[in-house]
């Protein structure tokens, strides 16, 4: 697949809405008949289809058919993100292969409305972590990262228009703060290959401190004290290990329960009050922050199983797949970068897929034709298209 070669241009306008970023991109093909030249340009192609694919891009197909046959069958991916520049960084052969490091300025679209999939993505939802667990004792706040991340998942549920939780409210995942503060840190991809889970979601209460209460008219009585709830969200690209999005969110309101009085987070009582309503309304608010920030890409599903000519996708009917979907599968490989972590990369196929199966989490399709002699694998993508 080649792209326009005015994506390889600098822009001759740029609105002033759009926002550019540097990104790191990594691509590969093979030498063919020494052609260096030819290796390199599609390398280069490579890159700049996974940078963009990475940005919200998505697969498109247009079929010829002649006389009741098919006679062209072309694959091209489409972005709202432009590249205005572009910078090879380094390339490397190994045997038959080429393989480049490119540094690509990428400009999102000046509109970041995108059309809304049919299909869902499953965001794992685990345990919620506190900084300073000694602000559960006001109010013997027993359990509460627990009943936080159920909460989370029941608004997700019932409020985002492209996403779901495989809710994980029992297990935690003890990742140290100052590592997810990490600019470029990446999560285990085993995380989210175990549960099928698109994303990972990971809930940090920073601080749920309680003021003094304050006296009023003489000292006749006191104001109810107020409580602060401050949390920070995590979004993680299962495949990547990517953080690709995160936000602090911070209200506080009233805490109407007497001071030694144990109040359980998993109750009515405490979701009726003043605190517990402040709280859904963060968590309402993320809901659609999170639809925002994927709304823009495209649901990745993997290969979890290959036996012969059939293929096992980890997206099922929860993901809004059905019967007759067609999928472009896109084989991944894993390189090892100059710190000598995993980063995936991406090789384009013409292969595509019809799922002729589905349950509730996962779907089969058969490989059939020249799509069967591929080397298609366990953990290679598919897209829907």
């Given at each position: ?85 572009v910078e090879l960084v380094s390339e490397m052969r190994q045997g038959d292969k080429l393989k480049v490091v490119m540094r690509l300025d990428i400009l999102d679209g000046p509109d970041n409305k995108c059309q809304s999939s049919a299909i869902k993505a499953a965001i794992l939802v685990p345990q919620a972590s506190i900084k300073d667990r000694s602000q559960l004792r006001y109010g013997q706040l027993e359990n509460f990262q627990r009943s936080l991340s159920e909460r989370i998942a029941a608004t997700l549920d019932k409020q985002s228009s492209i996403s ?222």
């Open positions: 697949m080649r792209l326009p070669p005015l994506l390889l241009l600098p822009l001759l306008s740029i609105s002033l809405n759009a926002m550019a970023e540097w990104t790191e991109a990594r691509g590969e093909a093979k030498i063919i008949n020494g052609n260096l030249t030819q290796a390199r340009e599609a390398a280069m192609d490579n890159a700049i289809n996974m940078a963009l694919l990475s940005r919200g891009g998505s697969f498109q197909s247009t079929q010829s058919v002649s006389q009741g046959r098919l006679t062209q069958n072309d694959f091209s991916l489409s972005s709202q993100a432009q590249i205005s520049s779901f939780a495989h809710l994980h409210a029992n297990e935690r995942l003890d990742i140290k703060e100052e590592l997810i503060n990490i600019r470029g840190y990446r999560l285990p991809t085993w995380i989210s290959e175990i549960t099928d889970s698109q994303y990972l979601l990971l809930p940090q209460i920073i601080d749920i401190s309680t003021e003094p209460a304050e006296s009023g008219f003489m000292g006749l009585w006191d104001n109810e004290p107020q409580r602060l709830f401050q949390l920070q969200l995590s979004l993680y690209h299962g495949i990547s290990g990517e953080q690709i999005w995160y936000q602090n969110y911070s209200i506080s309101a009233p805490w109407e329960f007497a001071k030694n009085e144990s109040v359980p987070p998993n109750s009515d009582r405490f979701w009726r009050a003043s605190y517990g309503q402040a709280i859904d309304k963060v968590l309402a608010n993320a809901s659609k922050d999170i639809d925002m920030a994927l709304a823009c890409r495209p649901l990745l599903a993997q290969i979890v199983v290959r036996q012969q000519d059939r293929v096992i996708l980890n997206l099922g009917r929860r993901n809004g797949i059905r019967v007759g979907d067609q999928f472009q599968i896109v084989l991944q490989q894993n390189l090892p970068d100059r710190m000598n972590q995993m980063r995936a990369v991406a090789g384009e196929t013409r292969a595509k897929i019809t799922i002729d199966q589905v349950t509730e989490e996962s779907a089969i399709a058969v490989l059939s034709g020249e799509n069967a002699a591929l080397n298609i694998q366990v953990n290679d993508i598919a897209i829907k298209i």
